[in-house]
């Protein structure tokens, strides 16, 4: 089944700790990216990936990092949580210059 | 800045009735444009989309025209269901000088729809 998957699907943290949520797509796509989604606001991108070894920013990609060695995986790192990272983030996939992006069940983290 | 504006919502409409849900857009180029559907507790999922100006996009009995004149990208549905329930959002795909894809989301739009 083609898919995208994220791990975990809830987190709860304390600020400063550094935490990995995995994506991992099965269907080659190249491109890859990262949303948060905030009542109100709608999914803002952080960070896309055009192929491996290729990543750019997003419109929020403050406090957040990521790579791409591989091309089936794109894990976000955030080094050090602070409470405004609290959000329902979202990994997505495609084919590159697709616009139909497949997109993870989402990852829901808090940070206290 | 680019950016996507959206009707404000929650949307609540009788079965049947008839569904339009405003976009419009602000954008540098020549975005593309689309329509994603998030269903309670899911991933977003692409609902229809748009390349060029006077395209029409449609799925599913939605439908959506590229209106490069007033930026816009308005979403109908001439009958809507109990199960198109969702939160709507519209977003732009812009393609960067360095052949990067970026893209913008709108807030979404939540529609309820009772039987």
């Known amino acids: 089944e083609a898919q995208v998957t994220q791990n975990p699907r809830y987190l709860i943290t304390v600020t400063g700790k550094k935490l990995t949520v995995t994506c991992s797509q099965n269907?080659?796509?190249?491109?890859m990216s990262w949303y948060r989604q905030d009542p109100g606001l709608g999914l803002r991108q952080i960070y896309y990936?055009?192929?491996?070894?290729?990543?750019d920013k997003g419109d929020v990609p403050e406090g957040y990092k990521v790579s791409r060695k591989e091309k089936r995986n794109f894990p976000l790192i955030l080094e050090s949580p602070s409470p405004n990272q609290t959000s329902l983030y979202f990994c997505?996939?495609?084919?590159?210059?697709?616009?139909?992006?497949?997109f993870g069940p989402g990852t829901r983290l808090t940070v206290l | 800045g680019d950016s996507v504006t959206q009707m404000e919502g929650p949307v609540t409409l009788s079965e049947e009735a008839f569904l339009t849900i405003n976009c419009t857009y602000t954008?540098?180029?020549?975005?593309?444009l689309f329509w994603y559907v998030q269903y309670p507790g899911e991933g977003l999922q692409l609902l229809l989309k748009?390349?060029?100006?006077?395209d029409k996009g449609s799925n599913k009995g939605f439908e959506a025209t590229y209106r490069k004149e007033t930026t816009s990208f308005h979403l109908e549905k001439g009958s809507v269901q109990v199960s198109d329930s969702a939160v709507y959002f519209c977003?732009?795909?812009?393609?960067?000088?360095?052949?990067?894809?970026?893209?913008?989301f709108g807030p979404g739009t939540r529609l309820s729809v009772l039987p």
């Open positions: 997505a996939s495609s084919l590159v210059y697709s616009g139909e992006q497949f």
């Open positions: 269907m080659n796509h190249e491109y």
């Open positions: 990936s055009m192929n491996v070894e290729v990543t």
């Open positions: 954008a540098t180029g020549y975005p593309s």
């Open positions: 748009a390349t060029k100006a006077d």
């Open positions: 977003a732009l795909k812009l393609i960067r000088d360095n052949y990067g894809q970026n893209f913008v």
